[in-house]
Structures are given as structure tokens and as C-alpha cells.
């Protein structure tokens, strides 16, 4: 559902009701994980997808029919792929109704922050989207979560950074570019990045708040200037950031030995440096700004899913992991009104 907010989140500010359709459960084969979905407006305008187009059109019938009524309603889908699905159906007032929480929550998932609500699939409020607090076991809540999107600072504003604050930021990082030279760090170079600030790298990084970063984030130094860089990667691999999330530097296999001399030359812990990924970048080929861009994208993927960057035709198990989206109990009850 969260992923559909920056879609919903304008609609159900303008006064629209939508009707939301959310996999509460998912066996067999299949992309569909618990909490995706598609949503309804009464003029039959749709909103995400559930599938290629083998389930819409009743998901949709559905859905009308939720927005004329008001009553969840809950289906079962057999998709071409195989899998099959368990989805409810729930109306979401628009801003003027109840929906308040659930508006809002969309809003801060939209604009990549964190965001939490229960959807109560049992009982008189069956279909509702409260907080989590606010619902009861018997409720049978499924917690839906949206994660703050990760960060990435990129340290130094040359050749390579405007490709890697573009992708970073269409695989949905928040970026933060940050170089000494005014001339370079500005808003008209890097307009998809979150700030651009001109300040001194290692500065930046040591009078930076960090309470609020984790594994999913990144610091990126594409300076090439040792004098500059080692510094800088001095102050990110002492930080918490260095521990959970990702430091990586752009460099030649000489410079990368070189710096990394230089680093405990300076003080800076060997499991520190061990962190250090530098050369930086998964090997795709390719030499330009937006193949070296994708490169290191790749790897921030690679890292922040834990997964190998093989072909996925060469594993084995499913393609995509499932999730029960938190601790909700999953049913298999058919199509039909929700008690």
C-alpha cells in the first residue's frame, strides 16, 4: 500500500475516497508480497496494479463496489503465474472523512519517511487503517511499514556525481551532495539531489547528525584529491554508519591500497578499514559516468539486500522473498463480506 503513496496521498487530500485493494496473504509462485495493492477511485481510475492484468478488472468490479458500500470485502485471486492471493478490499476516506491517520501516514511515506499503520481485518471496524496501538488482537491487525528511504551523501561534486546522485536517487535514495567549490555544489548540477551543501567533506561528515542512520545508508567519496578523500573516509569509517551501513570510494587498485596505508597511518581501526569498499562498484562493464554510476548502485543494492549480485538465473528458491508485513496472522477465508 505505502508504495502507491505518492499517488493516493494527493488524491485523498483532495477529497477523493479510494478503495484500496491489499494482498493480506500470498502462496505459490508470484511477485506479490503481503501489504502490495492497487487502489480504486469511484471513477473506476486505477492506481498501481496487482498483477499483468489477469485479476484487475474484478479487483476493480470490487473495489466499486466497496466505495458504494463501505463494507471491506475480501476475495481470493489465482493469478496466471500460478500463485494465488488473498486480498481485502477497504474503502479510505478522503480528506474531510475519518481517514485522517491513514492520509497522513500516506503523506509521510511519500515524502520517504517512516510510516506505520495497522489495516484491522476482523470485527465492526474490519477494513479500517488505524495506528498500530490503536488496534486490538481480535482485530486481526496486519502492520504495514514503510521504511524512511535510504540516504546517500555523496562527498565530492565532480565528473561521476551528477550520474550517481540521478540513479541513487531513481532507485529511491535520498542524496546529499557535498563539495568544498561552490562552483560545483549547486542546486542547477544536481537538481534530483535531497540538499547540496558546500562545506569542507570531512566537516561535513563530523557536524552531521547520525542519530537516525542505519543499514540501509551510504556515504560515497568520488574526491580524488588524497589530500581531501582520506580525510573524509577517516571521519565516515569511525562513525556509526560505518558498522551498519555502506562507505565505499571511487579509486584504482593502487590508490584504494594506497589510501588504506594512509588510513591506519592515521589512526583509523583495521576492522574499520575492512569495511572500506574501494574500488567501489559492482563490474558491469563499461567505463563512462553512467555505467560507473549504475556500478555503484548496483553494489548499494547488492549490500543493503544482503544478496549475492549473481544472475538469478544461476540461484535456486524463489525470486523474490516474501514478507508477512509484520506480525500479522494470515487467513484463507474466501470471497465475501468481512465479519
Known amino acids: 500500500m505505502f508504495a502507491l503513496a505518492p499517488d493516493l496521498a494527493p488524491l485523498l487530500r483532495s477529497g477523493h475516497d479510494v478503495a484500496l485493494v491489499t494482498v493480506v496473504a500470498a502462496r505459490g509462485r508470484g511477485p506479490l508480497r503481503v501489504g502490495d495493492g492497487m487502489?480504486?477511485?469511484?471513477?473506476?481510475?486505477?492506481?498501481?496494479?496487482?498483477?499483468?492484468?489477469?485479476?484487475?478488472?474484478?479487483?476493480?468490479?470490487?473495489?466499486?463496489?466497496?466505495?458504494?458500500t463501505g463494507a471491506a470485502r475480501r476475495a481470493t485471486f489465482v493469478l496466471d503465474c500460478g500463485g494465488t492471493i488473498d486480498v481485502l478490499v477497504h474503502r479510505v476516506r478522503g480528506s474531510g472523512g475519518a481517514d485522517a491517520v491513514a492520509i497522513e501516514a500516506l503523506e509521510r511515506a511519500a515524502r520517504g519517511e517512516r510510516a506505520e499503520l495497522a489495516l484491522l481485518r476482523r470485527g465492526p471496524r474490519a477494513g479500517a487503517l488505524v495506528e498500530p496501538r490503536c488496534a486490538a488482537e481480535d482485530e486481526d491487525p496486519l502492520v504495514l511499514q514503510h521504511r524512511r528511504r535510504p540516504h546517500l551523501t555523496?562527498?565530492?561534486?565532480?565528473?561521476?556525481?551528477?550520474?550517481?546522485?540521478?540513479?541513487?536517487?531513481?532507485?529511491?535514495?535520498?542524496?546529499?551532495?557535498?563539495?568544498?567549490?561552490?562552483?560545483?555544489a549547486t542546486p542547477a548540477r544536481f537538481p534530483d539531489a535531497t540538499r547540496v551543501v558546500v562545506a569542507d567533506l570531512a566537516a561535513h561528515l563530523a557536524t552531521r547528525d547520525g542519530a537516525d542512520e542505519g543499514a540501509a545508508d551510504a556515504v560515497v567519496v568520488l574526491a580524488h584529491d588524497d589530500r581531501v578523500a582520506v580525510p573524509a573516509l577517516a571521519t565516515a569509517l569511525t562513525t556509526a554508519l560505518a558498522r551498519d551501513g555502506y562507505v565505499g570510494a571511487t579509486a584504482s587498485r593502487a590508490t584504494a591500497a594506497?589510501?588504506?596505508t594512509a588510513l591506519r597511518a592515521a589512526g583509523v581501526p583495521g576492522a574499520a578499514i575492512a569495511r572500506l569498499r574501494s574500488p567501489i562498484g559492482l563490474d558491469l562493464g563499461g567505463e563512462d559516468e553512467t555505467a560507473t554510476a549504475l556500478a555503484i548502485v548496483a553494489e548499494l543494492a547488492a549490500v543493503r539486500h544482503a544478496a549475492s549480485a549473481r544472475p538469478l538465473r544461476e540461484g535456486r528458491g524463489p525470486v523474490r522473498a516474501r514478507s508477512t508485513g509484520g506480525h500479522a496472522r494470515i487467513d484463507q477465508q474466501r470471497s465475501g463480506a468481512v465479519a
Open 39 to 68: 487502489a480504486v477511485t469511484a471513477g473506476a481510475r486505477v492506481v498501481g496494479a496487482l498483477s499483468g492484468g489477469c485479476v484487475e478488472a474484478d479487483a476493480v468490479l470490487l473495489g466499486l463496489d466497496v466505495l458504494a
Open 154 to 184: 555523496i562527498l565530492g561534486a565532480g565528473r561521476y556525481a551528477p550520474a550517481l546522485c540521478r540513479l541513487a536517487a531513481a532507485a529511491g535514495h535520498t542524496v546529499t551532495v557535498v563539495d568544498p567549490s561552490a562552483l560545483l
Open 258 to 260: 594506497r589510501r588504506r
